[in-house]
């Protein structure tokens, strides 16, 4: 009965669900083995979520986020994983509401929060490439573009994302050998300033019904396309919607930052 007793919260970023555990006084100790990490996130035996989160102490800012995914491997960074802590944090004091900033396995992020709606200021998105040799397109893709918003993301812009057979491509291109680390795939689809966007996740392997990251990795691949301005919105698979707006070369990113509940685990 690993962690018996502890208190979690889960919180629900546009449908990307997370439990979070505060860990400022007290270490994640056992609850960040994989294998437990993986109990917890299971929809039908555990509590259910995409992944975890520890909110604990950092040297260089208001608290630290560690983030990972529901089978356990570590992620540098997930962009509704950090409007959520942005929340959390706020309600517990750690930060907050107005310009606090915390720590991510890939950079400082600046936050505010106004109600359930956080936002967060990224780092500039790095490595971006507007296409990508060697990945062929399917019937009803137009392009692929990469670029890392703290994680790897492939970006396929088509025809229309309800009509994409998301496990079976998304799979196909999330191992693909033309990334050789992998990455995470959006399949994007719409017109200047509204746009769908549908997710395949690694680390979940399958799709999750919002992408923080993955939303602005399709932002900076619609500009570096040529499609759109400084600011657009994105329809993630919840019905929920994402705003992008670039500050400068650094992107700002609005969403939901909800707490669904407070609990105590139990048999673990």
């Keep these: 009965m690993i962690g018996y007793g502890r208190e979690f919260y889960k ?74 802590a942005a929340r959390l944090a706020s309600e517990l004091g750690f930060g907050g509401p107005q310009d606090f900033q915390f720590e991510t396995g890939s950079g400082i992020i600046a936050a505010t929060v106004e109600g359930d709606r956080p936002e967060i200021l990224l780092p500039a998105v790095s490595e971006l490439a507007v296409e990508v040799i060697g990945l062929g397109l399917v019937k009803g893709e137009t392009r692929v573009g990469f670029a890392r918003v703290g994680v790897p993301h492939l970006v396929v812009e088509c025809e229309d994302v309800q009509t994409v057979d998301l496990m079976e491509r998304g799979r196909a291109l999330r191992w693909d050998s033309a990334i050789p680390d992998g990455a995470n795939v959006n399949f994007l689809s719409g017109k200047a300033g509204e746009w769908s966007v549908r997710t395949y996740e690694r680390g979940v392997e399958g799709e999750t019904m919002a992408c923080g990251t993955g939303t602005v990795a399709c932002m900076a691949l619609l500009n570096a396309w040529g499609h759109t301005g400084h600011s657009g919105s994105f329809r993630a698979a919840s019905g929920c919607d994402l705003i992008v707006t670039m500050d400068g070369d650094r992107p700002k990113l609005r969403g939901e930052g909800r707490i669904v509940y407070r609990g105590n685990l139990g048999e673990s």
């Design 11 to 84: 919180l629900s970023g546009s449908g990307n669900d997370f439990i979070f555990v505060d860990a400022m006084e007290s270490p994640p100790g056992h609850l960040a083995d994989a294998k437990v990490i993986a109990r917890l996130c299971a929809r039908r035996t555990g509590i259910g979520a995409d992944g975890i989160v520890f909110l604990t102490r950092s040297a260089g800012a208001d608290f630290r986020m560690t983030y990972y995914n529901s089978d356990g491997s570590e992620a540098a960074m997930c962009g509704n994983a950090a409007l959520c």
